[in-house]
């Protein structure tokens, strides 16, 4: 069974920093490519970024800059730095693994940034 389980969020000040975490089972996580995606109040689910099995990454524009995507292949593990953050970064967070022909997703951490 595919697992991906997602830690590290919170309530955080605008220009805060926050790093999440995304464990993964059940697959070989090492070959392949990793995403995270974020939905906040009222807004369709937003790809934040990726990663590729050799390290490359993407951002969307809204947050180049300031987050970071990691994978460490030893631990299964995804994570995603955030930095500066801005109220509009308040969402769920959820990573994802492309398997079979769909898409898996984690069941998502809550952060929300806010004074």
């Known amino acids: 069974q595919v697992r991906l389980v997602e830690s590290g969020g919170g309530l955080v000040q605008p220009g805060g920093s926050l790093r999440l975490s995304c464990a993964a089972s059940?697959?070989?996580?090492?070959?392949?490519?990793m995403s995270w995606a974020r939905q906040g109040p009222g807004k369709a689910r937003e790809l934040v970024a990726q990663i590729t099995t050799t390290g490359g990454s993407n951002y969307a524009d809204s947050v180049a800059g300031r987050f970071t995507i990691s994978r460490d292949n030893d631990k299964n593990t995804v994570y995603l730095q955030m930095n500066s953050l801005k109220p509009e970064d308040t969402a769920v967070y959820s990573c994802a693994a492309p398997i079979g022909t769909t898409y898996v997703w984690g069941q998502g951490t809550q952060v929300t940034v806010s004074s």
């Open positions: 059940g697959f070989t996580f090492r070959r392949y490519g």
